[in-house]
Structure formats: structure tokens, C-alpha cells
């Protein structure tokens, strides 16, 4: 195990970074733009309105709103906060996905104001196509979008992946036991652990990673982090709780092998165990967004009810200052090891710190190749 501490701070430099990048998924603002969000989200995909209408009913429950741009305003603010509170002189951008901000608007301000040099932090933690690549996809894409008469794009470098970050897995231990202690006396002690992540195609587990290592690293990370969090519990409690990693948010054919058990088949087959409680951790998420919302505290949560099973949700890294703090922290020790110096790598479980540079084939797009930027340089890339 690496060094469960924050990075050692010898300087407060970014150079060579001249801005930092938020990247992020996206959502609607209001009831109009869920279908269009939706459509820009499947994309070459040929599904037909109708069915994307029947998915939009999710916000439709939360007045067409999803609350991941709310969330990623308060990320910025209070991370703008920490950078210039602890001396790092640096512009902090925010591009989506999917939705306004689009990326290629923000990378068009950026190069207007003449950055030359990003660092991208993703609100992604872990790997896979939909999880990492796809991220690295839609920057390529951002880029070749810019008019020919634009100033030229910023360089983007990806931050290392940050899934077992102790300031990513810090806040989410904390959350855990305050969830385990909300339970009722009776029968907290005896209460299991449902590790909630996104659940994706079981042949896009078995592409992620490097192709070197034989696939499953997104599995296999998710494993690492929820050991971990599971052993501080039992440390802080003295007790062992029972744990295992499920799913959530399953879409797309029916007859596609998607990772199992969904959370809610999970929480059937604990009420069938006598289980006296469940605490659902959802640590494949790093904030409250849609698929917290909706698919833990509303689908879930209705579930373990009546299943007459007593359950708690623990909540999300989001803008604890933890986490926070690890993106400068990230931004930090990237831009040293660019300078050439040494730098420390935290990280906490068996995984060890990732790569700067994901490989080249890592988490193979499953529909074909497609460029990419801030890896490893492939044959297709720029």
C-alpha cells in the first residue's frame, strides 16, 4: 500500500499548466432539454425518441433538472477557493459532454484567452470506455470541432485516475459510518455494505485497462477501493460488515450481458438472508447526480421498503474539502512530474497509483476506433 497521506507540497507551481479543466458529463436545466440531452448522450446509437422519453422520465420527477451542473458549480467554486487560497495561480474552465457547457465552446474560450497548456480533471474516477476513453473521445472531437480561424487549442493532459485517492476515499468512509451510525441500534451491527457503482457491458469490463493486463481493471478497481473502505469501517467500528460490489443504472438490450446483480435484486436476496440492514455506498459516483438520485434514493431506497429491510444511503465525495484539495493535489504532482522532478503518489488498496498517459488500447472502444487525445500517442491520434 502507498503512502495513505497527501502529496508532499514542495511548490505551489503549475507550470507548465497555464489552466485547469473541469470535464464532466452534463445535464438538463429544465423539462425542454431532457430530450435533447438525451439524444446528444446516444448519439449514433439509433435509439428512437420514444424510448428516450421513457428514460427522460427519471427527471421528469425532478422537474426536468438533473443536479450534476448545480454540483459541478459548487465543485468550481470551492476548488477556484482552495487553488487561490493555497498560492496556486491558475484559471479553472469547465466544459461537458453532453450539455452546455459544451467542450468545445469552453476549449474555444480557453484559446481565445490564450491558455496553451490544460490539465483536465474528469468527474470520472475510474477506468473503462464509458468512463475514461469516451472522456478522451469527446476531446479529440472538442478540438477538430474549433473553426479553422480560432486560435489554436490549449494542449490537454489527462489527470491520473483518483478512485483510491485517499482524498477520494476518505470522505467516502466518513459517509459510510455516518450512514452506518443512522441506523437504528438493533440492527446496525449486523448491517452489510452494498458497494453501488455504474453497471456497463461486461464485454466493456473485459476491454478496460490496458490490453496488457488482460482487461476487468473497472471491476477489479472497484474490488480494491470498496476492501478498502470496507477494512476502515471494520477498524473504526470493530466490527465486520459483510460487503460486495453491485449495480446500478443497467440500460440498453435486453439480450447485451450487462455487469450483475442489480442493486435492487441485491437488496431482494439480503431480505431473503435475513439481513437485519444494508448501508448503500455508491462509490462508483462522486457526486449526488442523477443515478444517486433516482436509481438509490428513489428506485432503492422504495425497494429495501418493501422488502421491510432497513437501509441507509452514505453519501458522495462531492465538494467535501478532502476531495477538493486532491484535485490540486493531482494538478500539483502532474505538473512536477512534467518538469521532470520527483513527485509522491498517493494512493491507498493494492491498485497502486495509475498512469499519467493511459496506454495505448486502453479500454478499447467496443464500436471501433476512434481518436483520442491525452494518452499515449496511438496510430489514429493526432
Not at 475510474?126 to 486560435?151: I, T
Amino acid at each position: 500500500m502507498s503512502s495513505p497521506g497527501p502529496a508532499a507540497e514542495s511548490s505551489t507551481d503549475p507550470t507548465p499548466y497555464d489552466a485547469l479543466l473541469l470535464v464532466s458529463f452534463g445535464g438538463p436545466e429544465g423539462p425542454d432539454d431532457v430530450v435533447p440531452f438525451l439524444e446528444n448522450v446516444t448519439r449514433g446509437r439509433g435509439i428512437p425518441r420514444e424510448r428516450l422519453e421513457q428514460v427522460g422520465e427519471h427527471y421528469y420527477l425532478f422537474g426536468g433538472k438533473s443536479p450534476i451542473n448545480d454540483q459541478n458549480r459548487a465543485f468550481l467554486e470551492d476548488l477556484r477557493a482552495d487553488l487561490a487560497e493555497a498560492g496556486v495561480d491558475i484559471p479553472v474552465y469547465w466544459g461537458n459532454r453532453n450539455w452546455d457547457p459544451y467542450l468545445t465552446d469552453t476549449l474555444a474560450q480557453m484559446a481565445a484567452d490564450g491558455v496553451r497548456r490544460a490539465a483536465c480533471f474528469m468527474t470520472s474516477a475510474y477506468s473503462s470506455w464509458s468512463s475514461c476513453r469516451q472522456y478522451r473521445e469527446n476531446l479529440f472531437a472538442a478540438v477538430d470541432a474549433l473553426p479553422e480561424d480560432s486560435p489554436a487549442a490549449p494542449r490537454l493532459d489527462k489527470l491520473r485516475h483518483y478512485f483510491n485517492h485517499p482524498g477520494f476515499v476518505e470522505p467516502v468512509v466518513d459517509a459510510t459510518l455516518a450512514a452506518l451510525a443512522d441506523l437504528p441500534d438493533d440492527v446496525r451491527d449486523g448491517a452489510h455494505l452494498a458497494f453501488v457503482t455504474h453497471s456497463i457491458p461486461t464485454q466493456m469490463n473485459d476491454a478496460s485497462g490496458p490490453p496488457e493486463q488482460g482487461g476487468g481493471a473497472y471491476v477489479r478497481q472497484h474490488l480494491d477501493v470498496a476492501a478498502v473502505v470496507a477494512e476502515r469501517v471494520r477498524e473504526e467500528t470493530g466490527r465486520e460488515h459483510p460487503h460486495e460490489l453491485v449495480y446500478c443504472s443497467r440500460s440498453g438490450a435486453p439480450h447485451v450481458p450487462w455487469l450483475e446483480p442489480d442493486v435492487n435484486d441485491h437488496l431482494t436476496a439480503l431480505a431473503e438472508q435475513d439481513v437485519p440492514a444494508v448501508v448503500m455506498v455508491p462509490v462508483g459516483f462522486v457526486s449526488d447526480h442523477m443515478e444517486v438520485i433516482y436509481d438509490l434514493d428513489t428506485e432503492a431506497m422504495t425497494t429495501a421498503e418493501e422488502l421491510g429491510l432497513p437501509a441507509r444511503r452514505a453519501g458522495t465525495a462531492g465538494t467535501d474539502p478532502r476531495f477538493v484539495r486532491a484535485v490540486r493535489d493531482l494538478l500539483l504532482e502532474r505538473a512536477a512530474a512534467e518538469r521532470g522532478e520527483a513527485v509522491e503518489r498517493p494512493a491507498v488498496g493494492t491498485t497502486g497509483p495509475m498512469w499519467d498517459r493511459c496506454p495505448v488500447g486502453c479500454c478499447a472502444n467496443p464500436r471501433g476506433a476512434v481518436p483520442t487525445l491525452t494518452g499515449e500517442r496511438e496510430p489514429i491520434d493526432q
